[in-house]
């Protein structure tokens, strides 16, 4: 197994998938990182813009990208693809990118959807990752192992995420004064996590047609997803357990649970978590992650990790916010 380090660098890194992408990356064993570039903060301290990190990096942000390994595109939906059309990448480099652009699988691009509890053997031979949303994360998480086992049926699907899943350019939605005591629904059964979802699925489970009712939420919390999804069984489903646990035994990150979970469990981890209840053939699969990791930078370097072969979980031994 390959222990020789490797260059990162991010584009984008001011936003809040930039941020922590460059918390996770600092602290990596086998990644030093040579650039993280931000047009609108070229210059500053990457400290200026996340306080946190004062003491731990002297970097400052470049307007222009340097060279590296490892890209990981931090940039908001369409901003990537107008990125790699400007500029010129090493062919040799790996390309990790955030956004929405490339997840859908088409002729025009080669990338690879990153979910690496579906796709694992083809995220390690990739070059060009598309990292999947955080909403499409969780809900697919809880439902692979049906999917895998041909039991899926129509799906009705509710999660509620935090603000910084809403990016942080300030919105009206965003401001503390309407979302704080506060829970409203948008993007109801047309959240643009669908497509990649149904893509997913159908191809675990060739010729599921049936309809993914999703309704999102907003919380009036900062980080965070929990998401349940309800399925009707037309079959099977005495042992669910042990399904998903069979399912999810080689993935470090996914864990079943037989007891209740709750969102603070894998909030600033690289888990998800599920649990299931089921009364008859009804049944019901909670399942949360951390938007900003497993939803986005964690679940990046996961990818990272696979490509150059580096144990999963390097850099992603992350402490829980327990209380």
């Not at 931000?38 to 210059?43: D, K």
């Amino acid at each position: 197994m390959s222990q020789k380090k490797i260059s990162a660098g991010i584009i984008g890194g001011a936003g809040y998938t930039g941020g922590e992408m460059f918390r996770l990356l600092i602290n990596h064993p086998f990644v030093d990182i040579s650039f993280v570039q931000s047009r609108s903060n070229a210059g500053k301290p990457v400290t200026s813009v996340h306080q946190d990190l004062a003491g731990e990096t002297v970097l400052k942000f470049s307007e222009k990208p340097g060279d590296a390994d490892v890209w990981f595109l931090c940039l908001g939906h369409g901003e990537s693809e107008k990125f790699l059309a400007e500029h010129t990448i090493p062919p040799a480099a790996v390309i990790i990118d955030l956004s929405q652009d490339f997840r859908l699988r088409n002729d025009r691009h080669d990338f690879i959807y990153g979910l690496p509890e579906a796709f694992r053997n083809s995220i390690k031979k990739a070059r060009h990752i598309a990292n999947p949303g955080c909403f499409a994360t969780a809900i697919q998480l809880g439902l692979l192992p049906l999917a895998k086992a041909g039991l899926l049926t129509t799906v009705h699907t509710t999660g509620i995420t935090g603000s910084t899943g809403a990016g942080q350019k300030l919105q009206e939605t965003t401001h503390f004064s309407r979302r704080a005591n506060n829970i409203s629904a948008y993007k109801t059964l047309q959240h643009q996590h669908l497509h990649e979802i149904r893509q997913t699925l159908t191809e675990l489970q060739p010729g599921f047609t049936e309809q993914i009712h999703f309704v999102p939420w907003r919380g009036d919390f900062t980080r965070g997803i929990f998401v349940t999804s309800v399925v009707t069984l037309q079959s099977g489903g005495s042992e669910l357990n042990d399904l998903y646990k069979s399912y999810y035994q080689d993935h470090p990150f996914t864990i079943v649970s037989e007891s209740p979970i709750d969102m603070k469990q894998v909030i600033n981890t690289n888990k998800c978590l599920i649990q299931i209840e089921q009364q008859d053939n009804t049944v019901a699969i909670h399942s949360a992650i951390d938007n900003l990791l497993k939803g986005a930078a964690g679940q990046a370097v996961q990818n990272m990790n696979l490509i150059f072969d580096f144990p999963e979980t390097s850099g992603l031994n992350l402490k829980p916010v327990a209380f």
